[in-house]
C-alpha cells in the first residue's frame, strides 16, 4: 500500500478574489485525549500532563480530556469506580493517590493548565460504583444476560458487596452511604456464589430504567453495581458532587462515560443542574457506544441537543477504508459529523478502541495519517487527538503497543496555522480524494489537502483562487518517503498534486 497524505499552504497574503473572499476570524479548537489505556502505574501522571502543556498548547491543544480522576475500587483507571468525592485525597481502597496521582497534583496541573488557557474535561463515571465496603442482603431475579426484560429464575435472596460506607473519607464533602436500594443490579450473589445479572427488587417496584438503550432487551445493567437514578437520594447526591467539583478545580467541561446505560431523563436533569450552577458554559460531550447512526441521532433528539457525541461511525468507517479497495469518497456517509456536523466530536482512536480492549477498532497505520487529516484540517465536528497515537502505547505486553504516529504534532499544528475558513471538496475519485481550506480574515493562507490509498500514481486539480496564480505552495506534511518542495498554481488558480509523491 502507497498511501499518500500532502499539505500545502501557500505563501503569500495577496487580495482575494471576489468570489474566494476569506470569512471572519474562526475559532478552531482541538481535544486531547490526555491518557490512554495502559498508561504506567506510578500516580505520576498529572505529573506528565503538567510538564507536557507547553508542548501541547504550542501544537494548537485547547482542551484536555483527563481520565477519571476518582478514587477507584483498584489502582485503576478510574473506571471501576468507589468514590464520587475522592480524588486522590483520603487513604480508601490501600492507598492515597488515584492511580494518576493525588488531589494536590491535579490541582497543580489544571491550575497551569487554566493559566496557559487549555480547558480540562472531566471524565465522569456515573452508571455504577465498585469496590463495595460491605455485603447486604436483598431480593432480586435474575435475568436473561441477553434479554434483561426476561427473567430466568423467581425472585429470592441475595447477599452481594453493596454497601459503600466510604471509611477513610468518612462524611467529609458528602454524608451519603450507599446501600442495596440505591442500586438496581449486580453480577454476583455471595450467597450461591453465582455469576449472573441480578435485577435488584423491592417494594416499590424497583426495576431497571425504562429510557436506556434497548441493547439486549434493555441495557441498564453494565458492570459491578447499576446505580439506581430513580432513587431521589442518588439523584440529589450526584448533583451535590458536581456542584462539589466545579468548586475545586477550574473545570470547562465534562466527558460523560457510558451514558446508553443510565436514564435519559437525569441525564438531562443532570445537565439542567450543571447549568444552573457550576457549568453555564460547560462544554459536554457523551459517549454512546454505537456504529448504527440512526440510533445515534434519536438518543440525540431525545436528549434534545443539549450534549455532544463521539463520532462512532467514523472511528468505524476509518477502520473499514484502511482495507484495500475501499471507496474514499463513501468516508463521511452515514455519520455523525456528516448529519450534526456542530455536535460531533470527530476521533480515530481512544482508549476503548486501542488494541486489546473490548471495543477494539483495528486501523491499518498506514491509514491513520489520512484519518487525522480528515479529522484535523477540516471545518465539521470538534477533532479529539488521542494520547497513545501522539506518544505511542509501549508499557504494556508487545502484543498491545503501538508506535506513535508520525509527525502527528506536525498535523495538529497545520491544523492550528492553515486549517480555516470556506471549504471545497474534491471527492471525484474512489482512490484519491482532496479539499481546499480558504482561510479566514485572522489566517489567510489557507491549505490544501490530498490523500489517497491508491498504490499507483494519481492526481488531482483543485481551485485555489485566481489571485494565487503564479504561487508556489510549499508542502508542509507527507506521509509519504520523499517531500516534494513546491506546488505551482497555474493562471486559472488550480493546483495539480501528484497522488504518488514517491
Not at 274 to 283: E, K, N, Q, S
Request: glycine fraction near 8%; charged fraction near 25%.
Amino acid at each position: 500500500m502507497g498511501p499518500v497524505l500532502s499539505t500545502y499552504y501557500r505563501l503569500k497574503n495577496e487580495k482575494w478574489d471576489v468570489l474566494d473572499e476569506p470569512q471572519a476570524a474562526e475559532y478552531n479548537g482541538l481535544m486531547f485525549q490526555g491518557f490512554e489505556w495502559h498508561a504506567p502505574r506510578d500516580h505520576q501522571h498529572w505529573n506528565r500532563l503538567n510538564e507536557s502543556l507547553p508542548r501541547l498548547k504550542s501544537m494548537g491543544i485547547s482542551s484536555i480530556w483527563i481520565p477519571p480522576g476518582c478514587k477507584a475500587a483498584t489502582d485503576g483507571n478510574g473506571y471501576d469506580i468507589y468514590d464520587l468525592y475522592d480524588v486522590g485525597e483520603f487513604n480508601q481502597k490501600g492507598q492515597i493517590a488515584t492511580k494518576w496521582g493525588t488531589k494536590a497534583e491535579l490541582e497543580a496541573f489544571i491550575s497551569r493548565a487554566s493559566e496557559l488557557g487549555i480547558g480540562v474535561y472531566w471524565d465522569a463515571v456515573l452508571n455504577h460504583k465498585a469496590g463495595a465496603d460491605t455485603k447486604e442482603r436483598c431480593i432480586a431475579v435474575q435475568v436473561d444476560p441477553k434479554d434483561r426484560t426476561v427473567n430466568i429464575a423467581p425472585p429470592r435472596e441475595i447477599e452481594a458487596w453493596l454497601g459503600h460506607d466510604f471509611p477513610g473519607r468518612g462524611n467529609q464533602y458528602s454524608a451519603m452511604k450507599y446501600h442495596w436500594y440505591h442500586f438496581s443490579g449486580v453480577n454476583y450473589d455471595i450467597l450461591q456464589q453465582q455469576t449472573g445479572i441480578f435485577k435488584l427488587t423491592g417494594p416499590d417496584g424497583k426495576d431497571w430504567a425504562k429510557d436506556v438503550s434497548t441493547e439486549n432487551g434493555n441495557y441498564d445493567y453494565l458492570i459491578f453495581a447499576d446505580v439506581d437514578y430513580s432513587n431521589a437520594e442518588v439523584k440529589e447526591d450526584v448533583k451535590h458532587w458536581i456542584e462539589w467539583l466545579g468548586a475545586q478545580f477550574e473545570l470547562k467541561g465534562l466527558r460523560l462515560d457510558a451514558v446508553k446505560h443510565y436514564s435519559r431523563a437525569f441525564l438531562k436533569e443532570f445537565i439542567r443542574h450543571i447549568r444552573a450552577t457550576v457549568g453555564r458554559d460547560w462544554f459536554l460531550v457523551a459517549e454512546y457506544w454505537t456504529g448504527d447512526i440512526s440510533i445515534l441521532l434519536n438518543y440525540f433528539e431525545q436528549m434534545e441537543g443539549v450534549v455532544s457525541l463521539f463520532d462512532v461511525p467514523l472511528a468505524e468507517k476509518f477502520s473499514l477504508l484502511s482495507k484495500d479497495g475501499q471507496d474514499m469518497r463513501q468516508v463521511f456517509d452515514k455519520t455523525f459529523v456528516q448529519l450534526r456536523p456542530q455536535n460531533a466530536v470527530t476521533f480515530v482512536a481512544n482508549h476503548d478502541t486501542q488494541p486489546g480492549q473490548s471495543l477494539e477498532i483495528l486501523i491499518a497505520a498506514w491509514f491513520k495519517p489520512l484519518a487525522y487529516a480528515l479529522i484535523l484540517l477540516r471545518r465539521d465536528g470538534y477533532p479529539c487527538l488521542f494520547y497513545g497515537d501522539l506518544y505511542g502505547i509501549t508499557n504494556t505486553e508487545p502484543k498491545y503497543r503501538l508506535p506513535a504516529v508520525d509527525n502527528l504534532a506536525t498535523l495538529a499544528m497545520v491544523r492550528k496555522l492553515y486549517a480555516y475558513g470556506k471549504q471545497r471538496d474534491y471527492f471525484d475519485n474512489k482512490e484519491c480524494i482532496g479539499f481546499i481550506r480558504y482561510g479566514d480574515t485572522a489566517h489567510p493562507s489557507g491549505l490544501a489537502c490530498l490523500l489517497s490509498n491508491s498504490t499507483t500514481p494519481k492526481s488531482k486539480t483543485m481551485y485555489v483562487g485566481l489571485s494565487h496564480a503564479g504561487e508556489r505552495w510549499t508542502e508542509v506534511f507527507t506521509s509519504s518517503t520523499a517531500m516534494v518542495s513546491a506546488v505551482k498554481i497555474d493562471q486559472r488558480g488550480r493546483e495539480e498534486a501528484d497522488g504518488d509523491m514517491q
